[in-house]
Each structure stands twice: as C-alpha cells, then as structure tokens.
C-alpha cells in the first residue's frame, strides 16, 4: 500500500527543511503531511474547478467599484466577523474584520477559507429528483408542484405526523423561526435541527438549574478567569478563535485544566491534563466535589442564597470517595485533588464543556453534575466564572432558541395550550384554526393515558429512523414517517448508520434540501421519488445569527444566490403557498420577489419572543451594533462611548422588553451584582415559589438595585397589582397586561414597569441542584450501554427502558444486557477536526480544507495497535457491535490512551468499503469522500432530550 | 551520416555567431539579480507604505 | 528603515491552519502547493507544540545565492522575492533553505519540476502591481495595498505575527512579560541571525 503518493521532483528523500518533513502523526494521510503529488490531485479536480478558480480570481477590475460587505463565519458558533470584497456579484477577496470584538479579524482554517463557498462547483447546482436511479434536473416550479402533491397525499393517507423535517442551525434566525412556524402550519411537532444531537442535554440541564438554556458567560469574559477547566472541549479543533481568549487569560495567570479521555490539541496547552475513562463524568464531578467539600472549599453563603437542594448532591458525592472515583473512572487521588484545589483556590474559575460532556446516554446528568460543581463553588453569574458551553454550528444557538424544535415554541414556549394561544396572538392566526391543522386522533402517553398531538412533542432527529422503521403499533402516532426533508442537515451526522440506509429505502418521499447534495443523497438505494433542491448559503442570504454568547449579529448578503438556489425563507414561502397555508403563515411579513424580507422576521420575534428576551433585538439596533464593531471593549463586550454608549455588543439575549427599552443585553448571566438595565440578573424563579416546605426563591440575594430585596416570583399582573405598581402601565398596556404575564403580555409594560423598579421580569430564585422533575433528580452515574466494564453494570445500571418516549419505545437495560466487551474491546469515540464542519459536506467540497485531510482515520494507542496487529498507516476496519464496519487508516499514537480509539465525524460517501461517487449528482461530490463514523456507532438515547450516544461506544480494529 | 554533418555545421554555425557579435554579449555577474525591476521593491517605495504597513499591524497583530 | 519579519509564538500557536487556508484563498495556490505549513513537534504527547513555517524571508538569504540565475531580490523593506520569468526550476534553493520554503508545482505528468514558487509575505513580485500577470505568478500584492500578509492578519490566536521586526518584537515581548516565561522566537536565529 501506497501510503504517500510522491510527485517525484517535489519530495525528494533527501530533502532537508521542516517544509518537506512528515510534521506530525497524522502526516502520512494523503495532504496532511507533505506537499501531496500532482498526480493525486489532477485525477480528483477537473479541469471545470480550474476555469472557476480563474473566474474568481482577485484581480479587481479597475473600473468596478469594490464593495465591502460584513458578515459572519459559518462554521461554528464563535462568530467571528469577515469581510467579504465583491465587485460585479463576484466574491473577490476576503479581508479580516479587525474591529470585531470577539475575534478581531482572526479566523481558523474553515474562516480563513470562506470565500470559496461564494464560487463552488460541487453545490447542488439546479433541483433534481431521481428517475429509475438516475439524477433528472428539472424545475423549481416542477419540484415544488410534486412534492407538494405527494405531501398533501401522504397527509390525506396518514395524517400531518406521517411528515417529518429536520431544519437547521445553520440557517438564519429568520430561516430556523420559519422552519418551525412551518411545521407548526403544516399541523405536526415532527421537525427537529441539529441542536438535538449537540447540546439538547446541556439546554435542558442547564435550563432546568438555573433558568436559561445557554452558554452563561461568553468566549470574552474567559479573560476574566483565574482557572479554566475544559471538560469534553476540544477548541482548538472545534473552536480554535475561542482559544485566542482562553490563551489570553493563561498568559494572565489563569490556570487551565483539560479533562479529555483523548490528548486533544486543546490539552496540548493545559496546565494540567487529565485523562480519564470515556463515559464517567459523573464520576469524575462528584470525585471533585468529594475533595470540595471534604476541605469545605464549597463557597456556603452563596449556596445559602442562591442554591436549593445541595445537601442531596452532597449526600450522593459522599459516595464518591478517591478509590471509587478511581475504580471508575481511572482517575487517581492525586489528580483529583490537585484539580479540585486548583478551582478551589483560583476564583473565579470557569467550566467549558462541548460534546464530549453532552452526546451520552446520560447527558443530562453530566451536565448537571458539572453545574453542581460551579455552583459549589459560587461560580455562577459571577464574570471570569459561568458555564461557558460552547455551541456548535454558526446558529445553532438561535435556532434552538427560536428554531423547529419538536418539544417546544419558539422562546422555549411549551406546546401546551396556553403557549399555542400566545404564538397564535403573535403570528394573527385563530387558535382553533391552527389546532384543527394538528391530527385530531390522540396518541398514547406511554402511561395508559393519551394526548393531542398538538400538544405532544414530535420525533427527534436522532430517532428519525425508528419513526420509519420501528412497527406501527409501537410508534405512538397515527402513522410511522413516510416522508422526510432534510432542509440543512447532513445525516451522517447521526448514529446508526446502516439502519438509516433502511429508513431511507422504506420512506415514500425523501427530499434533500441543501446547498450540497451530502450523504442524503447517495447513502440509500433508492430509484424515485427522490429530491434535491438547491437551497442558497448562509453568504447568499441576510438575516441575524446568534452566536454561543447569545449576541445576535447580523449577516449582510455578500452575493446573490449561486446557480438556481434560493434562501430558506423563499423556499418555505414557495412550498407553503404550494400546501395552501402561505396566507396565513406570510401574513405579517413583507415579502420581495417570494422572498419575506429577514428585517420583518425578526421584527415578528420581537413581537413574541418575551420569555427570553429575543424582543429587545430589533433589526436597526443590530445593524447599528455591526457598524460600530469597534467600539465594544474586547473583555467586557461593552460599548465604551459612541451611539451605543453602554450596551453589549450585538444585544445578546435577554435582551427584554421592546426595543425602545434599550436595554444593553445580557453579558453574564444571573450577576447580581448589577442592575437589571446593566444586564444585571439572578437565577429564575420557573419551578414554583416552593417544594416540601422548602423555599425555591433567593434569600438575601438580589441584583444591585432591585426594589424586592429578596426571592421573588415571576411577574404577572397579579403581581404588579400586590405590589402597587399596577397604576404605573398606561391605559393601553393595561388593556393587554390584564391576566397576563411577562411572558404573554404583548404590550410589553409588565417587563418595563418591573425592570423600572429593577427587578428581573423572570423572578428571583435559587439554582437547583435537584431537578425533581428528571429521572434523575441527582445526577447519578450510570455506565454507558456498550460499555467495556460490564463488571460495573450491577453497581451503576442503566434506566428501565421506556414504551413511549418521544413517541417511540426506547430502550436501555435490555441493550446494556448483554456484554459486548470481551468481542468488542475498545471503546470508540468521536469528535471534530478543525478542517471540517459537522457531516462535512460543506467543508469536504472546498478545495483548500479538502487538500489538508484527505483519509478518514482511526486514532489508536500503540499497545492496542500491537495487539491487533496494525501498523501506523495501515487500511483497517473498525467494527461495531451492531453490525457496522468502517475500512479507514490507522493513525497509531499516543493522544489516545490505551484502550480507547478515536473517529472524526466529518467523513462521508463511503459505505463500508465501497465509494458512492457513482451516485452523486455529476460535479457535485464533494472533493473528499470516506467512511462516516457513524455507520459504526450504536443504539443510545439520553433520557431527557433523546440526545444520541456518540461519544462511548465499543468496538475492535481488525486488518483490512 | 546527414545527421552528424547536420551538428558539425551547427556547431561551425553557433561558433561563427559568437564571434561575430562580441559587444553584445553579457557577462554573467554572479550574485547579481537578473530579473524584471520591481517598482513596489525599491527604497521609496518601502518608504511610502512603512507607516501605514506600522498601523496595520498595530491594528491586526495586538490583543487590543 | 522597516525590515519585514515573520514570528511564529509557539505558545500561541493550535494548529488550526487558517493560516495555510487563507493563503491558499488569497493567492489562489493550487492543489499540491503549500507556501505555508504548520510543522508539529511531539505530536499527541505532553510538550507538543507547532509552529508555522512558511519563507522567513531571510537577510542574506541562502536561496539567493545557490541560485545559478540570479532570479531573487530583496525589497528595501526586507522581503525576498523572485522573477518567475527566470527561474529554471533546479532546486537548488531548496536544498539551501533552511525552513524548505520553495515549492515546485508539477508541470507535466513526467514530474518535470515547474518554476519554483513561494510564499512572497504578499508582495507580489516583478509585474505591474495589481495585474494579473502578476498575480498569476505570485499572487496578491497586499503588501502595495498597505496590508499585511494575510496568513497572519487571520492568525486565529495572534500566533503568527508579521511586519516591521521592531514593531513585531515589541507585541511578542510585551506578550512574554505578561507571560513571565521565556522568549521563544521560533526560527529567528536561523532567518536573521543577531539583527
């Protein structure tokens, strides 16, 4: 085998030179290493790229007038600012925005690479559908006149729930806002995005702590920590201009801690790196906390104050004394200590956590061991402290926030009927009109109860496939899915890969909507019924995207649509009007050439979006805060001088009440110490005022300037009325306010009369260390389903499994019955290369990431290597014990400890040894093709949120 | 052989250019560049930009 | 006089190749070619570390003189560039380069070395700046535009820096101070000697 293809004169052995020279382990995969031959790559471009390159060129015409347009890297949810150089429509150049606060002008591989998205030859280039196997093009006006008769046939056959969609984050607010009033419209909860399979479990653990379901701090304030603890981060890889802060703040003294099974690169810089078993976070949490509280280190008034139900974690982390930690999770005493004394005496000290912290079946669970931690600690809503989760995609934020989530409205209103009603007030739409849209059969509760559809959440992208495979009578809907639209999300990115083959051959209707054709396209058998429609990027579209720090910016269009694609908003307008509920769901928008503007979007939002502060964000502030990028400090995002004196950069959320409020937006949340009108906060009272007696509400604890000095509930007009405050609301908002709350109160006066007094709209309460309403109130350990200690599974069992859980039966125990690890004796984990973006499609179809990683590979210790006999370099297959079997590269090297292998995610277009180039549209594979990861990963769903197991599998690497 | 009479003459023939043309021929000066002027490579060039190419990176490469 | 420098602050640097991607997109490199590249040391071991490497653009630069046909020049400021025109493709200033910074793009499916290419700290070289002549051969003149090579204005981490060595030096020391560790200019010695 040929492992490095040499172009003969341009690596010559001889050759001296760190240029020349294989520089690091993954060296010997094609392109990572060595200038790659020629030959390799004239085979894989054609000539056609070559004539684009050139078109592209940036050479201004001098004639031209070059313009300059400001928008925001798609790639991952730092949101750093480019600018982009157009003359003619044509992208030309690419400058770095120096004034961005939060990245000024940096950008990794994939930033520094965008303007090649601008001039693609690999996109979908016109919709197509497939004709006896084969790619037919044909028209827009065609597309949507078939699908649309084929949906409205299913409909009529099996009902609106026999349809499921997965939006996504990568879309705009605008775009993700439309997807989920679409599925709404259309009568179903069957649409879900990519923040299920990323950080569903921190939103819900998070949330359910301490109010809000996002990142508490921001990639800035990091430099105000004294210690860093990163938990299942990987951001040099995943989000490497996060590092520029992090390094900052260690360069300033800060401690960093890096907790990673794998030696990532993000530990290549740690202070103190600590290797610990794949799956035991849990674990690993309360074995520091068992030193916290041993050295009563924990910070008792702020837990006094601020924290309800710690004596039931303290309770649980007695059990985790050093040697069990140990025995777990492989983690001696010394380790663990040394670290609980560094958060300890290096405060305020923050904790990141990304994927590695989320993608288990008890994902919950660790993201509320780590909040257990932080607010031990008094860490929470302090600057330089918080739980600083870093998101994935360039939206995903937002698109969880107000996107096409199947459990929830947008702003997190529940799909209960007082949520439906507010929505419908909001969008001008008739309650019962909208309700009769829904499947009038009701659905079993899994608890010998039923509920309406309308009001019962939908089928979760990492389940799509048992909607479709799983028998009809366990599926508790009217129908299973017959119909599937994957409109900005790549499948590969979900586990289970070989059923998915079969999900998507069972389906009536399969529609892939997408800039890229990606693995949707070619992973199946199928010969009809079967389309790509050409949907634009986020460069070719405006709108506003929220980035993990929850300020919204606010992208300009760099250039109009490539060959026949169309934005999100468009293409839900075309397809709604089509389905005969464009009316209705249009009616408040101004709509351009089918096209409903993004600014009236967003003004809609701001209409209805109270509980989370997504009112304050209108589209003038944003562009406003984007024009005058430089003004915001880069540590404490504020305005120093200038037209926004005092407000935060890009307003992020909440930013409450209406727009003429002003104000400032939310740095860090839950800080007390300062004003609601800073951005000051405290922790939300949404769980009830008290539970057994006990108070839930703050004590002794307020934001500075508060009239309640105390607990307090959240608003409501009964509440102002008790308070005396009632009279302060004009004639005009009382009319509204009455038997409202802060959150359904349209006028918006409930929030502006209680922030007048400087109180929080929201409440003031205590975190909750116990979640009752979770399986796990406590977070306990529970040993993954695959799991290579088996021994242990008497000890820490998984849950029972579950008849209906977001309408499919799931399992656990009879999964973790069996022991696969004596076959099986490798834990298998994931993660991201900084080359490539989520399923990859994108990023592998851009020449410049393309050429620097080539092969999909496998991560293994040199010790596992020898005992399956496996050289570096060597083509092997990884195995999983559902079936399985990825043929890919071995990469031999310490970053792994020894028994755990390591997958990217990214790869796809190979399935199990063969590659599906011959089913790609022509000209739009992308550059690189392999095996994706997820074909061998295995069954696994959090408990809360359905979040898929990616992160803790099993499997064994064989010679090929 | 007409093709080893063909490379005799052309050697005769090159000889004979030579030695024709004496004050056109370059000496080579080693060390000494050969190529195109660069106007963007001379002293006022660099003089012109330095200043400005100062606060650029003022701009781009501090912390700020 | 400015003297143009490149420093690559191993502390600073993830290995995130934006600065070999932004390259590539500014000058539009092909496939194959690499002016800039991140060399790592002790990969997925305790100590790893990397650096960026591309031309250092040295005093005195060896390339220079091996080369048998006088194709490079220095601007005032400090940058070696070359004339394509010239240039034969032997190698031999490959083989003189300390940081094996000269590439050679195949030409021909027989591996006949092409003209040799670089990268030129984005100044160009001898065409008229902004042409497209010029920027066939050696890419965009930023330098000219009163820009800075774009490998380092897109740093992720302010890793790489580059322009006038003094100005340079003084970002990185005030860096170290607020670091309290050692200097450890990469490659410094080795591009520019004591200077």
Not at chain 1, 483 to 488: D, E, I, T
Not at chain 1, 607 to 633: C, V
């Amino acid at each position: 085998m040929k492992l490095v293809k040499k172009s003969g004169s341009a690596q010559s052995p001889s050759g001296s030179g760190l240029l020349r020279k294989p520089v690091s382990r993954r060296a010997f995969l094609r392109g990572s290493g060595l200038a790659v031959g020629g030959a390799a790559v004239a085979g894989m471009i054609p000539g056609t790229m070559v004539k684009k390159a050139k078109a592209a060129k940036r050479v201004p015409d001098p004639r031209a007038e070059v313009k300059q347009v400001k928008t925001v890297c798609g790639h991952c949810s730092v949101g750093c600012s480019t600018i982009a150089e157009v003359q003619n429509g044509v992208w030309i150049g690419q400058e770095p925005a120096f004034d961005s606060p939060i990245n000024l002008g940096a950008h990794c591989a994939k930033g520094a690479a965008l303007r090649n998205h601008g001039h693609s030859q690999r996109r979908v280039k016109y919709p197509m559908k497939m004709v006896g196997g084969r790619w037919q093009r044909i028209s827009w006006d065609q597309a949507i006149e078939e699908i649309g008769d084929k949906l409205l046939a299913i409909r009529e056959e099996s009902g609106p729930d026999a349809f499921w969609f997965a939006g996504s984050s990568k879309a705009n607010n605008e775009g993700a806002y439309l997807q989920r009033k679409f599925a709404a419209f259309w009568g179903s909860n069957n649409c879900d995005h990519q923040a299920r399979i990323c950080h569903s479990t921190t939103v819900a653990g998070v949330a359910n702590t301490w109010g809000y379901g996002a990142q508490t701090n921001s990639y800035n304030d990091i430099n105000k920590a004294k210690a860093i603890i990163m938990c299942g981060s990987n951001a040099a890889e995943a989000h490497p201009v996060a590092m520029q802060m992090i390094l900052r703040a260690k360069e300033g003294g800060a401690k960093l801690i890096v907790m990673d099974p794998r030696f990532t690169r993000t530990a290549a810089h740690s202070d103190v790196y600590v290797r610990f078993r794949s799956g035991t976070d849990v674990a690993l949490m309360w074995g520091l906390l068992w030193h916290i509280f041993e050295n009563e280190w924990e910070d008792k008034e702020y837990i006094r104050q601020r924290v309800y139900g710690m004596e039931h974690v303290r309770e649980e982390v007695a059990k985790w004394n050093p040697q069990e930690v140990e025995r777990v999770t492989g983690v001696g005493r010394d380790a663990m200590y040394e670290v609980a004394k560094l958060m300890a005496d290096n405060r305020p000290g923050t904790f990141v956590w990304c994927m590695g912290g989320t993608q288990h079946t008890i994902g919950s669970n660790y993201v509320r061991a780590y909040n257990c931690l932080q607010l031990a600690l008094g860490n929470i809503g302090v600057e330089g402290g918080g739980a600083n989760i870093f998101r994935g995609h360039d939206n995903v934020q937002g698109a969880t926030d107000i996107g096409p989530n199947p459990d929830n409205l947008p702003g997190y209103y529940p799909l209960a009927e007082g949520g439906w009603r507010h929505w419908s007030r909001v969008w001008g739409v008739d309650f019962d009109w909208l309700a009769a849209r829904f499947e009038q059969m009701e659905y079993s509760d899994g608890r010998g109860g039923t509920t309406k559809p309308m009001f019962t959440p939908g089928i979760t992208v990492s389940r799509w496939i048992d909607g479709v495979l799983e028998d009809k009578a366990n599926v508790a809907q009217r129908d299973n899915i017959r119909a599937v639209m994957f409109w900005g999300h790549g499948p590969n990115s979900q586990t289970r890969g070989p059923e998915m083959k079969r999900a998507f051959e069972k389906l009536d209707l399969l529609v892939v909507a997408d800039p890229y054709p990606t693995v949707s396209a070619v992973l199946h058998d199928r010969k009809e019924n079967t389309y790509l429609l050409p949907i634009a990027t986020q460069f070719e579209q405006a709108g506003s995207c929220t980035a993990s720090n929850r300020s919204l910016q606010w992208r300009e269009k760099v250039i109009d649509p490539l060959y026949e694609h169309k934005p999100d908003a468009e293409f839900a307008y075309l397809l709604a009007r089509k389905l005969g509920f464009a009316e209705e769901m249009f009616k408040n928008y101004e709509i351009v050439n089918n096209m409903p503007t993004p600014e009236s979007v967003l003004r809609e939002v701001n209409r209805g979006a109270w509980s989370i502060g997504y009112t304050g964000q209108s589209p003038e502030r944003l562009k406003e805060h984007m024009a005058n990028q430089r003004h915001f400090d880069v540590v404490s995002l504020k305005a120093e001088g200038g037209p926004l004196d005092g407000e935060t950069y890009c307003l992020p959320w909440p930013c409450y009440g209406t727009p003429e409020m002003k104000h400032p937006g939310t740095h860090v949340l839950y800080d007390t110490s300062k004003h609601v009108m800073e951005g000051g906060g405290n922790f939300r009272a949404n769980f009830g005022t008290e539970r057994d007696g006990v108070t839930l509400l703050a004590e002794d604890s307020w934001s500075k300037g508060a009239e309640i000095q105390g607990g307090y509930p959240q608003f409501d007009h009964a509440l102002l009325k008790q308070l005396g405050w009632w009279d302060e609301l004009t004639p005009e908002e009382k009319a509204e306010a009455e038997g409202k709350s802060w959150t359904t109160d349209l006028s918006g006066g409930i929030i502006r009369v209680a922030m007048k007094h400087g109180c929080h709209p929201f409440g003031n309460a205590k975190a909750r260390a116990l979640v009752w309403n979770f399986p796990d109130p406590v977070p306990v350990h529970r040993e993954p389903l695959y799991t290579p200690r088996h021994d242990l599974t008497a000890d820490y069992p998984t849950y029972e499994d579950r008849a209906v859980f977001y309408r499919l039966p799931t399992r656990w125990k009879s999964v973790q019955a069996k022991d696969y690890s004596r076959e099986f004796p490798l834990i298998h984990t994931s993660g991201r290369l900084v080359e490539y973006e989520g399923a990859g499609e994108e990023t592998r179809s851009n020449p410049y990431l393309a050429e620097l990683k080539q092969d999909m590979f496998v991560e293994i210790n040199p010790a596992d290597a020898n005992n399956a006999n496996v050289r570096d370099g060597q083509t092997v297959w990884l195995e999983g014990p559902e079936g399985g079997r990825l043929k890919i590269k071995a990469l031999v090297t310490n970053r792994v400890g020894r028994g755990t292998v390591f997958t990217p995610f990214h790869f796809g277009g190979h399935f199990q040894g063969e590659d599906l180039l011959a089913k790609y549209p022509e000209g739009a594979a992308p550059y690189v093709r392999g095996e994706s990861t997820n074909t061998a990963t295995t069954y696994g769903y959090d408990a809360v949120t359905m979040m898929q197991e990616t992160k803790t599998t099993l499997c064994r690497v064989v010679p090929a | 052989m007409p093709y080893k009479a063909m490379l005799v003459a052309l050697a005769v023939a090159s000889l004979s250019l030579l030695t024709a043309c004496e004050q056109e021929v370059v000496f080579h000066e080693p060390g000494v560049y050969k190529g195109k002027h660069d106007e963007t490579a001379t002293q006022e060039a660099a003089e012109r930009r330095q200043e400005q190419l100062r606060e650029r990176a003022m701009t781009g490469m501090t912390d700020r | 006089m400015a003297r143009m420098k490149f420093l690559c602050d191993a502390e600073r640097c993830i290995e995130c190749q934006a600065c070999v991607t932004a390259c590539k997109s500014e000058h539009e490199v092909p496939w194959g070619v690499n002016r800039r590249r991140v060399i790592v040391m002790d990969d997925g071991l305790p100590g790893e570390k990397s650096v960026s490497v591309a031309c250092m653009h040295c005093s005195d630069a060896p390339c220079a003189a091996v080369c048998p046909v006088d194709c490079f020049y220095t601007t005032a400021d400090g940058i070696v560039l070359h004339d394509k025109d010239l240039c034969i493709g032997c190698g031999y200033c490959f083989y003189a380069c300390p940081f094996g910074a000269p590439q050679y793009p195949q030409q021909s499916a027989f591996g006949v070395r092409g003209k040799m290419d670089k990268c030129t700290f984005c100044a160009g070289g001898p065409e008229t700046a902004h042409s497209e002549a010029e920027y066939v051969k050696y890419g965009a003149n930023r330098i000219a535009e009163g820009k800075l090579p774009l490998c380092a204005e897109m740093c992720s981490t302010k890793a790489l820096l580059a322009g006038d060595g003094d100005v340079v030096s003084d970002i990185y020391r005030q860096r170290v101070m607020r670091r309290g560790g050692r200097p450890q200019t990469w490659g410094w010695q080795a591009a520019y000697g004591n200077a």
